[in-house]
C-alpha cells in the first residue's frame, strides 16, 4: 500500500476550531520530541528527564530557543538532529507541513484546511493557499540553502566538513528564529567579529521574520513599493525602523561615553556597529548572541525587551506582538491624542475592528506577561528584572536569557514551556478565545457615559 492511499482515511473533524487544530498539532509534535529527547541515545550523559526534555522540545517547535543546558554539550548528533526537525516543523507551521503532505500524495485539500491553512499562514483568501504552501517552500529551501552555503564557506578553515552541519543547522535555526546552536561556545561569542557569519544570520533572521505573504506580495508587484498591499508597506517600513533605531540607541548605550558601561569599550569601531546591529535584529525574535546579555546596560536590557515583546511579522517564523500590531496600536495612539475619528496609513483607513484586536492583543500579552513573572516570583530568587526578561523571552519565542531557564525550579520550566506554547499560537488562541465576536444581536444596547484618562 502507497503512503498516498495511507492517507486518504485520515479525516479532520469539521466542527473542531481551527485554534484548537493547530494547538493540538504542535501539541502532538511537542509529545513526539519529548520522547525522542528523553531516549538514552539522544544525550551524551545518556539521561534527560522528562520535563527538561519537553522544555527543549517545546522551545524547539516554537522556535525560541530557551533551555536548561548547551545543546552541543549535552545532546548526541541524533538529539540535534530531532531538535533541527522541530525546529523546522514549528518554523514552517504544522498546517504547513501537513498541507504539503496533501500535495505531494495529490490528496484534495478541502476547504476547511484550506481556512485553517489560512489562519495559520496569515494567507488573505482560501483560494490561494496551495500558491502559497508552494512559495513557502520554494522561499525556504532558497534562503536556508543560500544561508547554509555562505555559513559552510566562512566556517570551513576551522571545523572542516563539519562546517557543512553547522551552516544547515545555524541557517534553519536563523531562517526560523529558533536562536539554537551547536557551537558550544556560547552561541556566537566566538564569532562577535566576524561579519560574514554574522551579517548573514542576521539576513536570514529578517528574511524569515518578514513572513511569507510580505515575499509572496513583494514578488508579485516586482519589488515595486506603491504597488505594494497596506500590509506589506506597513511591515517592511516598520522592520527598517527597528533595525536601524535600536542599533542606534544600543550603539549608545553600550559602546560610547554617553552611557556608563565599559563592558565593551576596548572593541574595535567596526565591532561595535556589527554588534550593534546584532543587539538589534537578534530579539526580534531569534534568540542568538553575541554579547552577554546580563552585561548590558538596564538601558539596554529594557530596549531589549521592548525588542522581544514587538517580535516579527504576522505569518512568519518569528513571534512576539508581531510588528502589525504594534504599529496599530501606536497609531491608535496618535490618532487619539489628535482626536482624529479614524486611523490612516499610507493613504489607507484601518477599521475599528483591527484596532480593537490589535489592542485586546497587546493587553493579552502584557497581563499574561504580569501574571507569570509574579507566579514565578514565588519559586525564584533572581532579580524581578532578570524575571520579566526571561518570561517575555519566553511567550515572545526569543531564547535569550539571564540565566534563569538553567537554573529554574520544575514548576517554573512548566511555566516557561506553557509560555513559548502560548508564543507560537499567540494571535490564533487570543484572537480565537478573547476577540472572536460572541454577539451577534442586531439590538443595540442604550450607550453609557465613562470617564477615562
Known amino acids: 500500500m502507497q503512503i498516498g492511499e495511507l492517507m486518504k482515511p485520515i479525516k479532520i473533524h469539521k466542527n473542531m476550531p481551527a485554534v484548537a487544530l493547530l494547538s493540538l498539532g504542535y501539541f502532538i509534535t511537542v509529545l513526539i520530541g519529548t520522547i525522542l529527547l528523553v531516549m538514552p541515545f539522544a544525550s551524551k550523559t545518556g539521561s534527560t528527564s522528562f520535563i527538561n526534555a519537553l522544555l527543549t522540545a517545546t522551545s524547539a517547535t516554537c522556535v525560541t530557543g530557551l533551555t536548561a543546558f548547551d545543546t552541543f554539550a549535552h545532546f548526541t548528533l541524533f538529539g540535534q538532529i530531532v531538535i533541527l526537525c522541530l525546529i523546522q516543523i514549528g518554523g514552517l507551521g504544522f498546517m504547513t507541513v501537513i498541507t504539503l503532505f ?11 484546511n484550506r481556512t485553517v491553512m489560512m489562519q495559520s499562514a ?29 555559513l559552510a564557506r566562512a566556517l ?28 558550544g561556545t556560547g552561541s556566537l561569542s566566538a564569532y562577535s567579529s566576524n561579519p560574514t557569519v554574522l551579517l548573514t544570520i542576521m539576513a536570514l533572521i529578517v528574511i524569515g521574520g518578514l513572513g511569507f505573504l510580505v515575499w509572496g506580495d513583494m514578488l508579485d508587484c516586482r519589488f515595486r513599493f506603491s ?37 565593551y569599550a576596548g572593541m574595535a569601531f567596526g565591532d561595535k556597529v556589527l554588534n550593534s546591529l546584532f543587539l538589534s535584529v537578534t530579539p526580534r525574535t531569534a534568540g542568538f548572541y553575541t554579547l552577554d546579555v546580563t552585561k548590558l546596560s538596564p538601558s539596554g536590557q529594557l530596549l531589549t525587551d521592548i525588542l522581544m515583546l514587538i517580535g516579527g511579522n504576522s505569518g512568519s517564523t518569528a513571534g512576539g506582538v508581531k510588528v502589525t500590531t504594534m504599529v496599530v496600536v501606536m497609531a491608535t495612539l496618535i490618532s487619539s491624542a489628535r482626536n482624529e475619528e479614524h486611523i490612516v496609513l499610507f493613504k489607507r483607513h484601518i477599521g475599528n475592528k483591527v484596532v480593537r484586536q490589535a489592542v485586546s492583543l497587546m493587553i493579552a500579552y502584557l497581563s499574561i506577561i504580569l501574571l507569570a513573572t509574579m507566579i514565578i516570583g514565588i519559586y525564584e530568587p533572581f532579580d524581578i528584572t532578570h524575571i520579566i526578561f526571561e518570561v517575555i523571552s519566553a511567550i515572545g519565542t526569543v531564547g535569550l536569557s539571564m540565566g534563569l531557564t538553567e537554573n529554574a525550579t520544575i514548576p517554573t520550566k512548566i511555566i516557561i514551556t506553557f509560555l513559548m506554547y502560548i508564543g507560537r499560537l499567540g494571535a490564533l488562541t487570543l484572537f480565537d478565545l478573547i476577540l472572536k465576536d460572541k454577539n451577534n444581536s442586531i439590538i443595540q444596547t442604550p450607550e453609557g457615559k465613562v470617564l477615562v484618562g
Open 227 to 263: 504597488k505594494f498591499q497596506l500590509h506589506t508597506k506597513i511591515v517592511l517600513v516598520a522592520t527598517l525602523f527597528l533595525i536601524f533605531v535600536p542599533a542606534l540607541l544600543f550603539f549608545l548605550f553600550e559602546f560610547t561615553n554617553i552611557g556608563l558601561n565599559s563592558e
Open 102 to 112: 496533501f500535495m505531494i500524495f495529490k490528496q484534495r485539500i478541502g476547504i476547511y
Open 122 to 150: 496569515g494567507s488573505y483568501s482560501i483560494s490561494s493557499v496551495p500558491k502559497l504552501i508552494r512559495r513557502i517552500i520554494i522561499f525556504t529551501l532558497l534562503f536556508e540553502g543560500c544561508g547554509a552555503a555562505i
Open 156 to 183: 570551513w578553515q576551522e571545523y572542516g566538513k563539519r562546517a557543512v552541519y553547522l551552516g544547515i543547522f545555524h541557517s534553519i535555526s536563523a531562517y526560523c528564529n529558533a536562536g539554537f546552536d551547536v557551537f
